[in-house]
């Protein structure tokens, strides 16, 4: 069974920091792309960021710059370094592999 578990969400002040984790079990993602999806109150979930199995990279144009995906093998956990928060950031981040979904992590940014 395949489990992906969110943590590292908050309430932070617009311009700073946060960094999110995603513990994963019964998958290994180091062989599977990885990625961060995000979705506001009455908004569809949107695409953040996508890690791949080769180590590329894909981000949203609106984080671009300002957030960093990154894996670490050997804890099989992803991670999202969000730096210069902004408001309109603010949503409950999914962590995603293949078709499975964490339950999600609350971030929101004050203005």
């Known amino acids: ?4 578990v969110e943590s590292g969400g908050g309430l932070v002040h ?4 946060l960094r999110l984790s995603c ?5 290994s993602i180091r062989f599977n792309d990885v990625g961060w999806y995000r ?6 979930r949107e ?12 981000y949203a144009d609106s984080v671009k ?6 894996r670490d093998n050997a804890e099989n956990t992803a991670f999202l ?3 210069s928060l902004k408001p309109e950031d ?7 592999t293949r078709e499975n979904w964490g339950q999600g992590t609350q971030v929101t940014v004050s203005s």
């Open 1 to 4: 069974q395949v489990q992906l």
């Open 14 to 17: 617009a311009g700073g920091s």
């Open 23 to 27: 513990v994963v079990s019964g998958i």
């Open 39 to 44: 979705q506001a109150p009455g908004q569809q």
């Open 47 to 58: 695409f953040v960021v996508r890690l791949t199995s080769f180590g590329n990279t894909n």
């Open 65 to 70: 710059g300002r957030f960093t995906i990154s």
């Open 81 to 83: 370094q969000m730096n």
């Open 90 to 96: 603010t949503a409950v981040y999914y962590c995603n």
